[in-house]
């Protein structure tokens, strides 16, 4: 029997973060129901990739879970939502604050209506300060929390093309939601889980913001060297792209023979990681003349050889290719009704040995299970067949 089997999981999420917390909780075997807009929620197609118009992104965040249609604005798609929340155990809304008072989404009002609720939110800023109703996406929060000014050049803040806030939050989300119903096992009451991007975005840039208070260094960024250990780059071979990083003196060491610069071991810019990491262009500009000569092939095994962590820098369809991943069941190829042939999917974020994750069925149409779920909810087929003339459902 799956993790969470026999608990039900409304999805009221769009985009990335509330969204992939419901898929995580759907992995371990939750009934998810995503409620969605009658004419589909625009997070359905981006980026469109099924010939029925739904994208990449909807694809892998709504695995396993049901859809149902609804008109949150009626008073029968209300009804409905407070039906389905007498029965659930959890609900996920990454809204912000003032929507979800308007939906009766908040937790008083959830909670009042069922006290073993828990309740997950997501919003840009989190609650308690001047922004709390401003909304927000991932890159605000790279933004926001230093990184993005750190991951560019002097002249050009980068935001790092990955939605890494976004899953971030999602999975901290997830966390806190089973955390939620263990402690409910206890208490027999349901509680409050709230998250936000920019709390997300300041904790894994923590380091660099400690850093600064304490020792005030002021840096400056400087591409993909690194601050606090050399090399770390990305160096250009004769075919392509490496990144390679060493940290630790043993590491730093092997590095020296590899490149056939002993000397550096003995030289005092050198003697700790901090300093490498001060003096990091000279070691870059050492290592780049070396993978100049070869190709990326043979930078990456003398790497691997000398124990120095390094991997190829990947298009996406290099990613798509590699044997690696390929062998590690990393992508595996799943269905979609609305798509020709198949798409690669990423798994769970860890495997259990025993109760693992499993991917059940792919994303839902848009309403494929409405008449299900309002069946369960105790509606005859005549009473769906009006809501839906009604164009509730």
């Not at 993909?224 to 730093?252: E, H």
């Not at 590690?328 to 974020?349: I, V």
């Amino acid at each position: 029997m799956a993790l969470l089997t026999g608990i039900k999981v409304l999805d009221f999420g769009r985009f990335i973060a509330g969204p992939y917390c419901a898929a995580l909780l759907a992995d371990h075997g939750a009934d998810v129901i995503r409620i969605e807009r009658i004419e589909g929620g625009e997070d359905r197609y981006v980026p469109p990739v099924a010939d029925t118009g739904e994208g990449g992104l909807y694809l892998q965040v709504n695995r396993n879970k049901r859809c149902l249609t609804l008109d949150l604005a009626s008073d029968a798609g209300r009804d409905i939502v407070r039906r389905l929340i007498k029965s659930a155990d959890v609900v996920v809304a990454n809204l912000p604050p003032a929507t979800l008072r308007q939906l009766g989404l908040d937790y008083a009002t959830v909670s009042a209506l069922n006290p073993r609720i828990v309740l997950a939110t997501v919003s840009a800023f989190g609650p308690g300060g001047p922004y709390s109703q401003r909304p927000g996406f991932d890159a605000v929060g790279q933004a926001m929390s230093g990184a993005m000014y750190m991951s560019g050049l002097p002249d050009a803040p980068m935001r790092a093309a990955a939605t890494y806030v976004d899953f971030s939050t999602a999975q901290a989300c997830a966390m806190g939601v089973l955390a939620a119903l263990w402690a409910r096992e206890k208490s027999g009451v349901g509680q409050l889980v709230e998250g936000s991007l920019l709390r997300t975005a300041l904790i894994l840039n923590n380091p660099v913001l400690i850093e600064q208070a304490v020792r005030a260094p002021n840096r400056v960024p400087q591409g993909n060297r690194g601050y606090a250990s050399a090399p770390g780059d990305v160096f250009k071979t004769r075919t392509g792209w490496v990144m390679a990083q060493a940290i630790g003196q043993a590491m730093f060491e092997r590095w020296c023979d590899l490149v056939g610069a002993p000397e550096l071991k003995l030289d005092p810019r050198f003697a700790t990681d901090a300093l490498r990491g001060d003096n990091s262009l000279e070691v870059s500009r050492l290592m780049s003349t070396w993978c100049g000569t070869r190709t990326r092939d043979e930078v990456l095994g003398a790497l691997a050889k000398a124990k120095i962590p390094a991997g190829p820098v990947y298009t996406p369809q290099e990613a798509l290719d590699d044997p690696h991943i390929a062998a590690s069941g990393l992508l595996a190829q799943r269905e979609f009704a609305g798509l020709k042939g198949t798409f690669p999917m990423a798994p769970h974020p860890v495997d259990m040995s025993g109760t693992p994750a499993q991917y059940r069925h792919a994303a839902p149409t848009l309403g494929q299970h409405t008449d299900e779920v309002l069946m369960e909810l105790g509606y005859a087929a005549d009473a769906i067949a009006a809501l839906r003339e009604r164009g509730v459902v």
